[in-house]
């Protein structure tokens, strides 16, 4: 009996050229290459209002937030990785007609039961290495609640929860702040 050969690692450069005429998303974690699959209308009606949210409150400041169309390009010591975060904010903004973006400020992941495991952990770990991040935040799909991971002073993270329709995320790094009554609007329980 052989043994089942692993496929060659696929270059950054290889991938990023798949990704232009690719019909399906697809992350990259150092060589290897994984398809997403697509989201249900609840994630997606969540993620819309998070960046309908963040833009009306960015509108005539310097930082822009981009959707899950947007990569974000993580470079760790032993390898590059691509994910599409659901939104993300980025006051440094890579040129115009790159598909990926490299210093976000902010990252937002709406959970799902398919993803939550890989969000937070593998996901997680490796958003935290971005030097650029200063608030990761988790959204949950079933009920009104975040979960914000912001950098401290030490360069660590603390974890932050918000929760209840009247509650809002303060995020001073882009001068605004997340409603959970907007993330959430249109969404029945």
């Not at 993300?88 to 902010?106: E, G, K, L």
């Not at 360069?155 to 209840?164: I, K, L, T």
Request: some cysteine; glycine content about 6%.
């Amino acid at each position: 009996m052989s043994a089942l050969r692993k496929p060659a690692p696929i270059s950054v450069e290889d991938y990023l050229a798949g990704e232009l005429v690719a019909e399906t998303k697809h992350e990259y974690l150092g060589g290897e290459v994984h398809a997403m699959a697509g989201a249900n209308n609840r994630h997606n009606q969540i993620a819309f209002n998070t960046l309908l949210a963040l833009g009306s409150s960015l509108r005539g400041k310097p930082c822009r937030p981009y959707n899950s169309d947007t990569k974000v390009r993580i470079q760790l010591l032993s390898h590059t990785r691509f994910y599409y975060p659901d939104a993300m904010v980025v006051c440094d903004r890579n040129r115009d007609q790159d598909h990926w973006q490299d210093r976000p400020v902010v990252i937002v992941e709406v959970l799902s039961e398919s993803t939550r495991r890989t969000d937070l952990t593998e996901k997680r770990e490796a958003y935290f290495a971005i030097p650029s991040l200063m608030a990761l935040i988790f959204v949950e799909p079933d009920e009104a609640a975040l979960t914000v991971h912001r950098r401290q002073a030490d360069g660590g993270f603390a974890r932050e929860d918000y929760a209840g329709l009247d509650a809002a995320v303060p995020l001073p790094e882009i001068e605004c702040s997340l409603p959970l009554a907007e993330v959430y609007e249109g969404v029945a329980f």
